[in-house]
């Protein structure tokens, strides 16, 4: 199990203590001392580093890393294992809620894990009955949590505009009655924004996630209507509207996804930031390995270097007063998520569950249409498959023989239980082989997060 991690980005040098989180900067000389399983004799490192360093700097270097060793700042134990145990058999309560409003979709984009918004079955639109009890079902399943998340998501979710106002409404004055704060996310393709529509999200959703690709001519390769054609000129000014409107307590997202048809996807973000977006997300694909879009294990020096470039964009820009946020690089080194997080993660299944546009109950969206993974629906929900929650909480980082050695482990949480289910190699499916492909991935965003938010913090 990795102790420590360490790794450089640009010219600098870092250490991460992996059971507690601490970062620490380093020089050269002790990055060389470190031994990612625990630190050695001096007279073996002394040995290994003859000839690089005088050995008075190496008696020196390693003298202050024995002091923080012996402190319990390097190296430390973990603590965690037993809470996760724990955990297994604690009631969960749901705090969160993907609405698929709508299983269709105005756009065709070629890599849509949803069909095209069908989810692998027919084109369906959520009711407001459906919505409400949707709204029902989490607050009497939310327990003792005041605040509940809802996604407005699809398909396309403003194909039933009049649908999510209805919702949104009922919520508000349900909440009311439950002592409870709803907040709603929306996530939209932006084709069918209209002044009327902005408005009504601007007032009464907290996050919007606006999607588009980045530049047009990648845009418009993938995000097409049914006859091909792009969208980047009909969403492009729609979205830098919806983007004014908001102020600095309202959330959105600029949000596109990058294949292996971009794989220079910094040009993109850089783009997206060039039109004046502050808050960018711009996320790789997750597909079967067969189709002409996936990424594969011989992309990722390429992917590697285009996130080292955005590290030094974003060091640029920090300096020059023009900063953006990057989705992905943001990280918290002063605690970060709570333990249960840290250990479990997105909760899918027990904190956080999906609903179709008929009722259906599925642990996440990703799920969606997989009829082993219903566990049932609204107009019955005393009846849930337990097994299936159950199943997902005990895939927890400790369960999961890779997650358990991995240094990384306490940031990712263990990866997407969705895509680690339908993407690893174990040909027998399970939730406790990790997508490797994204973990690599996600280890390289980590190191970048990490690495940028300590620069800035100098």
């Keep these: 199990m990795s102790l420590i991690h360490k790794f450089k980005q640009s010219d600098d040098y870092y250490v991460i203590d992996?059971?507690?989180?601490s970062v620490h900067a380093i020089d050269k000389l002790v990055y060389d001392i470190l031994d990612e399983n625990g630190l050695g004799s001096k007279e073996e490192v002394s040995c290994r580093l003859n000839g690089e360093y005088s050995k008075e700097d190496i008696s020196e270097g390693y003298d202050e890393l024995k002091e923080l060793v012996d402190g319990g700042i390097l190296y430390s134990k973990d603590l965690y294992e037993d809470i996760a145990i724990k955990s297994?058999?604690?009631?969960?309560?749901?705090?969160?809620l993907c609405l698929n409003i709508a299983h269709d979709c105005n756009l065709k984009c070629k890599y849509c894990f949803a069909?095209?918004?069908e989810y692998h079955g027919k084109r369906m639109i959520m009711t407001a009955e459906v919505g409400k009890k949707s709204i029902d079902f989490v607050i009497k399943r939310s327990g003792p949590r005041k605040n509940i998340e809802v996604d407005l998501f699809g398909g396309e979710p403003l194909l039933a505009f009049d649908v999510v106002k209805e919702i949104v409404e009922y919520a508000k004055e349900q909440?009311?009655?439950?002592?409870?704060?709803?907040?709603?996310?929306?996530?939209?393709?932006?084709?069918?924004?209209?002044d009327e529509i902005?408005?009504?999200?601007d007032e009464n959703v907290g996050n919007i996630v606006l999607s588009i690709d980045?530049?047009?001519e990648v845009n418009d390769k993938v995000r097409v209507r049914a006859d091909g054609s792009g969208s980047y000129d009909a969403i492009m000014p729609k979205i830098k509207k919806m983007v004014d409107m908001r102020d600095k307590t309202k959330q959105y997202y600029a949000r596109g996804t990058f294949t292996r048809e971009n794989t220079d996807f910094f040009e993109d973000i850089k783009h997206l930031a060039n039109e004046g977006f502050k808050e960018i997300s711009i996320e790789p694909v997750v597909l079967p390995e067969s189709d002409p879009l996936s990424l594969r294990e011989q992309d990722l020096p390429i992917i590697f270097n285009q996130y080292d470039k955005l590290y030094d964009?974003?060091?640029k820009r920090h300096k020059d007063g023009n900063e953006f946020k990057f989705y992905h690089f943001n990280i918290d080194l002063q605690g970060g998520p709570c333990v249960y997080k840290r250990i479990s993660g997105c909760g899918a299944g027990n904190e956080y569950v999906a609903i179709t546009p008929n009722g259906d109950i599925y642990p996440c969206h990703q799920f969606v249409g997989n009829e082993d993974f219903k566990m049932g629906n609204i107009f019955s929900s005393d009846e849930l498959k337990e097994d299936i929650a159950k199943e997902l909480k005990e895939a927890n980082i400790y369960n999961k023989p890779k997650c358990r050695e991995c240094w990384a482990r306490f940031y990712c949480s263990g990866g997407c239980q969705a895509n680690n289910y339908n993407f690893n190699e174990n040909p027998n499916k399970d939730f406790l082989t990790p997508y490797e492909l994204g973990c690599k991935m996600q280890k390289k965003r980590i190191e970048c997060a990490?690495?940028?938010k300590a620069k800035i913090m100098e």
């Excluded at 992996?18 to 989180?21: A, D, I, P, T």
């Excluded at 902005?198 to 999200?201: D, I, L, S, T």
Aim: glycine share 6%.
């Design 18 to 21: 992996v059971n507690s989180g």
């Design 88 to 96: 297994v058999d604690e009631k969960s309560y749901i705090k969160a």
């Design 115 to 117: 069909e095209e918004g």
């Design 175 to 194: 909440e009311k009655i439950y002592n409870k704060e709803i907040r709603f996310t929306m996530t939209t393709n932006a084709t069918l924004l209209t």
């Design 198 to 201: 902005m408005k009504y999200a």
């Design 214 to 216: 980045g530049r047009k």
């Design 313 to 315: 964009e974003m060091i």
């Design 450 to 452: 990490i690495a940028l």
